[in-house]
């Protein structure tokens, strides 16, 4: 192994960067605008009003210590479609709105540092009662599901995009974060991306036990081709790539 490309990776992990940094010439600081908090849309695209916190019915009751205990990585499903309402669930839990949006702040279910938040959440959908099939993005300041496209052969092409592992191709649904690494950049420059990879964890922990109180699984992916992914969700893969995703399904415990 070349141990100065090591050491120089390894380097991304500490916050030694902090001490090379100008904060007075952040963006932020500079008084640039923030970024905006969701990445836009058409005004005549298709959105799908998402069930709200309080409005569920048929979700069963979180049991958080059973939650954790039995938290694992699930990768086979049943064919069993998601609801609306489960999806709705499972959005909020991972990415939802909790409070009021403060200027550039809206907090979340998760934590972000400093509250940047510069994650999308696209969702492949295979098999979602009363949802056709296609690739939808979470707009998480209205609680909306917002169709983006569909395409042919759409399992088999996220299958391939994660070197042939077959649990996306079974899933009802496919989470796929994306980055924007400006909303952090912003704040941050280039101590930006460690914590943008540690906010992503904090999100697919919430998938992992909101599926668990469900009756759903899901299992972590981080092993994917970068160009075929970003290709797949038709992103630009620079100012925003995907980083993260996790398909999901009923199980049948
Ligand atoms: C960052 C990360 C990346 C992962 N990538 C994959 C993956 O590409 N394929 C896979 O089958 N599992 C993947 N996993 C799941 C791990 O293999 C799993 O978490 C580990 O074996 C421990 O099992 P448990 O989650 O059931 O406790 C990933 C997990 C994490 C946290």
Redesign the pocket.
């Known amino acids: 192994m070349d141990e100065h490309l090591i050491e120089q990776y390894r380097y991304f992990l500490k916050d030694s960067i902090r001490k090379e940094i100008d904060f007075s010439q952040t963006d932020q600081n500079k008084s640039v605008d923030a970024p905006p908090l969701e990445k836009p849309y058409r005004a005549d695209a298709l959105r799908i009003d998402l069930a709200k916190p309080g409005t569920w019915k048929d979700i069963a009751g979180l049991d958080l210590v059973a939650a954790i205990g039995h ?5 086979a499903y049943t064919q069993e479609a998601l609801t609306l309402e489960e999806i709705s669930f499972l959005l909020w839990a991972t990415q939802g709105v909790r409070g009021e949006v403060v200027g550039s702040h809206a907090y979340r279910t998760v934590p972000s540092a400093g509250c940047r938040h510069a994650f999308e959440t696209y969702l492949v959908i295979l098999n979602g009662k009363g949802l056709d099939q296609g690739v939808y993005r979470y707009l998480p300041l209205t609680h909306q599901l917002l169709f983006e496209f569909s395409e042919d052969r759409l399992a088999r092409k996220l299958v391939d995009v ?2 042939r ?1 077959p ?1 996306p191709g079974n899933a009802a649904v496919t989470f796929i974060w994306t980055a924007i690494p400006y909303r952090m950049e912003w704040r941050y420059h280039l101590a930006a991306h460690k914590v943008i990879a540690l906010d ?2 904090h999100v ?1 922990q919430n998938l ?1 036990l909101a599926c668990e109180a469900i009756g759903a699984g899901t ?6 081709d970068q160009e075929a992914l970003d290709r797949l969700l038709r992103i630009d893969g620079k100012d925003e790539f995907a980083i ?1 995703l996790s398909p999901v399904g009923k199980v049948r415990d």
Do not use: P
């Open positions: 938290r694992e990585s699930r990768r994660v070197f592992q649990y992503a964890g697919c992992y299992c972590a992916i981080a092993a994917y993260y």
